[in-house]
């Protein structure tokens, strides 16, 4: 079995002595219990869920531009049928990406729409489990250059 630390992605990944932190602007750890522990730190990514409003603080330290974590609180799967099938997770994993990059819609959005066209999970089990730390209104494009973000 593969083991990876929050510690060893900061040190190795994203975080720099010198300089601070690298931030992510996503990151999508599709993986069982994802969304615990510091994951979204290790991305410098904030274990919160913001507004936009936040990300243009003044006091804001860093000033960073809008990001977002998406990991899972549970054992997906487990040893439940309130999971469904396979190809549903397959279709779902499929739709949310569709949705977000292709339809234009932000990362609530695009999870949304792809649980109810791939009939994977009821609307509970996904609001239980799934988790949209930072700004989870984030585009496919929104802010991804500099020049698009007003903050330092």
């Keep these: ?12 990944i994203t975080k720099n002595k010198y300089t601070g932190y690298r931030h992510c602007r996503f990151v999508f750890l599709d993986g069982c219990e994802t969304s615990k522990g510091n994951w979204p730190g ?3 990514i904030p274990k919160s869920t913001n507004s936009l409003a936040s990300y243009l603080a003044p006091n804001r330290k860093p000033n960073t531009r809008p990001s977002a974590f998406v990991g899972w609180d549970v054992i997906v799967g487990g040893n439940t049928n309130q999971w469904g099938f396979t190809s549903g997770y397959r279709n ?3 739709d949310w990406m569709f949705h977000w990059a292709l339809n234009n819609e932000d990362l609530d959005e695009s999870f949304r729409n792809a649980r109810l066209e791939s009939g ?5 089990l996904m609001n239980s489990a799934l988790r949209i730390y930072g700004y989870n209104q984030l585009g496919f494009i929104d802010y991804n250059r500099r020049q698009q973000w007003p903050g330092p």
């Design 92 to 94: 779902f994993r499929g």
């Design 1 to 12: 079995m593969a083991y990876m630390t929050t510690e060893w992605v900061e040190k190795n």
């Design 120 to 124: 994977w999970i009821t609307e509970s």
């Design 42 to 44: 290790a991305f410098g």
